[in-house]
């Protein structure tokens, strides 16, 4: 594959505002996809891939590659839909929550470049209470900030969306539902938690084979993730799989620093047979400055910010291989979808060497589109 094809220009335009990308995306090789698709007659291999066999799984449903894209740049069927046409075999439908949520003041995305040589960002290092270098000047091996604070449609706007996205998968394909839980003010505990049961039950309503709950998002105010409180987590699922029965649930998970508290995060939820798998990491939280070392983002509350990307995957890698030695010691069985600075198809391949059983890659795959197929190619697919 060309340098070229490695530096498309991404499907999702950090140069415009999240409605604009809403309204107007896939841009760029995504775009280029569907066009090539509303040319087929349906029926005549529209998905591009031929049929075969699948030969791989994700949570007990057959793909031909468990390699996709996360909760987060597919904001809707036709990026969905592009990202099946383009190879991805599992396209994540970004975070979907019971009403309608607004999006972060634009910019939502700024390159981001840690002082290390390799560009890594290691958690606890001082750096990211330091301050790292956030702009607009994006270099390869890409990494980002993005700062949307989980917008989302009204259900019966993105119910209808999500059920055209489900359909648009090809032979071996599966559209993966995001959703979470929404804090408002004056909300009980009870009510956080039956929220999260309401949402799961709205995407089960579309036909979802599978979900994936967000618990690794400042859900529970600045900078406070959910997956810190595992028992919490626990009682959710507790709730959300009494809505969804039979369909099988993955947690999504911020990197946790901490064995023990990763232990009882799959204790509270593996062990208590309402959770099938775990997909991580999410951001790395790091102080954003600009070249005069000011905040980089505009606006209160927004000093710190996710990174994603090449500076992420190292941490991506330590949590995948702690939680599938958490999966040997205790003998319990569940999915691992290792999520975090995939960028290249080595890095695919690492992730599975690590332990998980499927890979997903956000902002590797925005920049480059033909990920998927050089994943593919490197492994004889
Ligand atoms: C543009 C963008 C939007 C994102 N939005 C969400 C989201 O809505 N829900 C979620 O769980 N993760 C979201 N993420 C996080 C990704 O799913 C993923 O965990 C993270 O970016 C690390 O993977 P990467 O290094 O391959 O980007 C988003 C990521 C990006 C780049």
Redesign the pocket.
Known sequence: MSQGSQQSEPF?DVNRTYEDNYEEGPFGAFAEALRRDADVAPGDGAAGDAARTPADSFLGVPVNLAFGI????LLNSRFTTAAFRMGFDLA?Y??VRSRAWGCNPFP??LAVHPKSADGSLTPGSPELDEGVLADTNYERPIS?S?S?G?PSQDPDLWQPDMFRAIEAAGPGQLLVP?F?GSRVEGMSEEEYIADHATTARLVKETGAKVMVM?T??PNEGHNVLLCHNPLLVGRIAEAVKKEIGDTPLMV?LAYIPDDAALELMVKSTVGRGTVQGFST???ISAKLVDANGDQALPGKGRERSGV??NA??GA?LDMVSRLAAIRDRLGLEFAING????VTPADYAAYKRAGADSV???????WDAELAHRIKATIGE
Request: proline share 5%.
């Open positions: 999702y996360p909760a987060g740049p994540t970004k975070t939502n995305v980002i993005n949307f989980v995001g979470q967000n690794s998002c999504k990491i999410n951001t994603c990307g992420i995957r991506g999520v975090g600075g995939v997903m890659s956000a902002t590797g795959a925005m």
